[in-house]
């Protein structure tokens, strides 16, 4: 089942690593209550790649934390990039598959998920075209 997640979390590097390439405002917030902006989103992303690839070195969780300090397309297309061989090089690391790492890579899988399809209906609030290889759209 772990062999399963892990495909499917690289899936979903791989879509965000299309969905970036979309030429948006990534600071436009559509008109809804609470509505994060697409740079919002795509910085918890980031965040939560480097905060769950040292909680999976480590076997337990020790907070977020984004090394993102500008919302800027080519920081995103590189930010992204790097935190996905971050996770993949973590997981690789990993001998002692504990109850508790297995945990917090579901839990990856599922934030990955989520905010793919909150960036999923951000875009097409904004008019844009989805590339067809994103699963959820």
Known sequence: MRETVVQNLIKRFDSYAELIGIDVNLSQKLDAPKHKSLGEHLWCVVGARESYAKALRSGEWDGFNCSMTEFLQTDFIEKLQTSAEDVKDAI??????????????????????????????????LGCEIPASVKWA
């Open 92 to 125: 690789k690391q990993i001998d002692d598959w504990t109850q508790n790492r297995e945990l917090l890579l579901l839990e990856l899988s599922d934030h990955e998920v989520m905010h793919e399809g909150q960036i999923i209906r951000h875009l097409y609030g």
